[in-house]
């Protein structure tokens, strides 16, 4: 009888010629061997499947299908896998080459707990260091704190047992976004998690469809809430305003992280006026004046001029602060 992997990695790929090849080796390089490399090909219409195939490693397992979104990919590497432990990456994100020791080891520390999870780093698509994460690290029972803000950040985070997410399910096939979100709130709501507090997720960031993807965020984000909420304690239901709050914080800095232009300055000045209706005390934050000169800005000038504004003067123009005020 053949032996089992302890951990089952996942990724779903769907045209990413430009980056499947480095997460592939992200995986290859972890200090911790005994995995199986499970990838979805969801209908890819690229050369995905031939760079796949250029790595030779009898740990690699490609099914393909024909493409059916994200949440679905995922659940179909669920099929497939039979590990222990379950781990998804995304087809253009990478891992520090001791993630998956390093998680596991927190593991086998903490029976008690089913989710390991690590600190995120973004990268932009030369793989440069963008920003840190928001660098929270709450152990056992972390479901209040998860309501508030999904502090894993991505889908590329955690390490989970996989008898744990046998019992709270899958992916909701439905959501369009932060299906990652939906499956940790459900797991929290069972189980403990503890942390590996050391950057090992890097996330990449991209500038592409922004405008769609903060909308459609926008969307699946609030039913996210408006569920979890629902099936909340009472005693939780105090932590509804934060949620909310801290989700247009986020949805803001997204619009205004990319590049200036005035489709996205009227989607931050909605997102802007939500986070304040939610929390009016960013009104009185030194950041709201950064806010503004972005917006003015990105109205007044043209694109690539604002852009240089922003990187000749970021004292000015740096948002980033804006995470900070995130109600944890």
Not at 16 to 31: D, R
Not at 169 to 198: H, N
Not at 301 to 327: C, E, H, R
Request: net charge neutral.
């Amino acid at each position: 009888m053949p032996v089992l992997p302890q951990i089952s990695v996942i990724i779903p790929a769907y045209n990413s010629e430009k980056t499947i090849g480095q997460t592939i080796e992200s995986v290859l390089n972890q200090t911790f061997a005994d995995w199986e490399l499970i990838i979805i090909n969801d209908g890819s219409q690229d050369s995905t499947l031939d760079i796949i195939a250029q790595f030779q490693d009898s740990r690699i397992k490609v099914f393909s299908y024909l493409n059916a979104g994200l949440p679905i990919s995922r659940n179909r590497g669920l099929e497939h896998a039979v590990g222990k432990f379950v781990s998804f990456l995304d087809a253009d994100d990478l891992w520090t080459s001791d993630k998956l020791d390093a998680q596991l080891k927190a593991l086998q520390a903490n029976p008690q707990a089913a989710v390991a999870y690590s600190l995120t780093n973004c990268i932009d698509e030369k793989n440069e260091f963008l920003r840190r994460g928001t660098y929270i690290t709450e152990t056992g029972n972390v479901y209040a704190k998860l309501l508030v803000i999904n502090f894993l950040e991505n889908g590329s985070n955690p390490l989970i047992k996989r008898e744990a997410i046998d019992i709270v399910g899958g992916f909701d096939e439905y959501l369009k976004a932060a299906q990652d979100w939906d499956i940790y709130l459900r797991l929290a709501a069972q189980y403990d998690f503890v942390a590996v507090p050391s950057p090992q997720i890097l996330y990449r960031v991209s500038n592409n469809s922004m405008s769609t993807n903060v909308i459609r965020l926008e969307e699946a984000c609030s039913a996210v809430i408006e569920r979890a909420f629902k099936q909340a304690p009472i005693s939780k239901q105090c932590l509804k305003k934060d949620a909310v709050a801290n989700l247009y914080k986020y949805l803001l800095y997204k619009t205004l992280e990319g590049i200036p232009e005035k489709n996205r300055g009227v989607l931050a000045i909605k997102f802007f006026a939500k986070a304040i209706k939610s929390d009016v005390s960013l009104l009185r934050a030194p950041v709201c004046f950064k806010i503004f000169c972005h917006l003015i800005a990105t109205f007044i000038l043209p694109s690539q001029q604002a852009t240089d504004l922003f990187v000749k003067f970021p004292k000015i123009f740096n948002i980033s602060t804006l995470l900070g005020y995130m109600q944890i």
